[in-house]
């Protein structure tokens, strides 16, 4: 209960000053906007007892490259404004609606796309994700396109490989059990250390969209067999 309440209050305090932000580079704007994240890390510590720790950080790329996760919770979001390069993610364009919280979220340069316009979502996922990248940001993509609870999964859709077989950007593979400890739509978060496994890139040059998406597939999912058979909860 604290932490959510402070949670709410610093999103009060903080999406004022991240609107305010539109002047800085879109780099610069997302560096500053991620230390409200990693404040956020900070009160899960110390309040909920809840922690992380990182495989494979050595797997990531130096320059911009197009990161898929899985999706299970709100912790991810979080956390990874701290674990990665600056990025910004595809997300429904009715985030940005939200008062305060959508208006800083929009700060962020999102690929905010309409659900249930089929091929049109996958053509401004392509469009906007390449011009995100040419900028220097990261892109983060749910492949499943929404939280699962913990030990299963969706068909993977292929809007991000796509984005990555017409632009030649390495793809990042990241699985995590964070639904483990704060599960999808719960006020509860459970005292524990996430594990994130980021896997070896994907070089997506010369493969097809289909390809990308059934090596990130196969690595993520097999990734998760093992994390999610070893959750380290405590308390």
């Keep these: 209960m604290l932490y ?6 610093s999103v009060l305090v903080y999406a004022p000053l991240a609107v305010l932000s539109f002047p800085l580079p879109a780099l610069a704007r997302n560096r500053f906007i991620a230390q ?11 309040l909920c007892r809840l922690d992380y720790q990182i495989q494979g950080r050595g797997n990531l790329p130096p320059g911009p490259a197009i990161v898929f996760s899985k999706h299970q919770s709100a912790w991810e979001t979080l956390a990874y404004q701290v674990i990665l390069p600056p990025f910004t993610w595809v997300l429904k364009r009715e985030l940005l609606w939200i008062p305060l919280f959508g208006w800083g979220l929009a700060m962020l340069r999102p690929i905010a796309i309409k659900r249930g316009v089929g ?9 906007q994700g390449a011009d995100r990248l040419a900028a220097g940001l990261w892109v983060l993509i749910f492949p499943e396109g929404t939280r699962l609870p913990p030990r299963t999964r969706r068909k993977y859709k292929q809007g991000g490989a796509i984005l990555a077989a017409e632009t030649g950007y390495p793809v990042v593979p990241i699985a995590h059990n964070a639904g483990s400890f704060w599960p999808r739509r719960s006020f509860v978060k459970r005292p524990g250390v996430v594990s994130v496994a980021i896997g070896p890139v994907i070089e997506s040059r010369g493969r097809s969209a289909a390809e990308i998406t059934k090596l990130s597939e196969d690595w993520i999912e097999g990734t998760m067999a093992k994390l999610e058979g070893t959750s380290q909860q405590t308390g």
């Design 119 to 127: 091929h049109r979502a996958v053509d401004e996922v392509v469009k």
């Design 4 to 9: 959510n309440a402070v949670l709410w209050l």
């Design 36 to 46: 409200w994240a990693r404040f956020q890390l900070w009160l899960l510590r110390h």
